[in-house]
């Protein structure tokens, strides 16, 4: 059992190491585009450090909304945790609501009644679970 426990320490490791890789190489790719587009020059140490800040961030963002998701006894991260996530930049949250305020006038009203009736049925599903139950 220890040497599961091991094995799945070192994937985690590997995967996480991985994911930082590929970050900072996008990272690079985009301040490199970036430089060049305004005609300067960024030397590969900022660039590193640079990337790396922001993944250290984005881990920081991804505990963060998991803990809003838990605290609102969820599995899953929403758009409202996003939002609450980016409370401090005003501009970023204004963004994000415009954003959520777009899909959702977007969303075909059909779709909306759709889900709005599968809840009920879903609810009624449960309400005849329990009576079973006895």
Do not use: W
């Not at 501009?91 to 959702?104: C, E, P, V």
Request: with cysteine.
């Amino acid at each position: 059992m220890a040497s599961d426990l091991e094995r799945e320490e070192e994937e985690d490791e590997s995967v996480s190491e991985l994911l930082r890789d590929r970050f900072r190489l996008c990272s690079i790719s985009i301040a490199e585009a970036e430089a060049k587009q305004n005609g300067m020059e960024v030397s590969q140490p900022i660039m590193a450090c640079i990337s790396d800040l922001a993944f250290k961030y984005t881990q920081q963002l991804a505990k963060d909304l998991e803990l809003f998701a838990q605290h609102g006894g969820r599995k899953v991260v929403n758009m409202e945790d996003v939002i609450l996530a980016a409370h401090r930049n005003d501009h970023l949250a204004g963004s994000l609501r415009s954003f959520r305020n777009d899909l959702k006038t977007k969303e075909p009203q059909s779709d909306r009644k759709r889900k709005k009736n599968l809840t009920k049925e879903d609810k009624a599903a449960v309400d005849v679970l329990h009576i079973a139950d006895p």
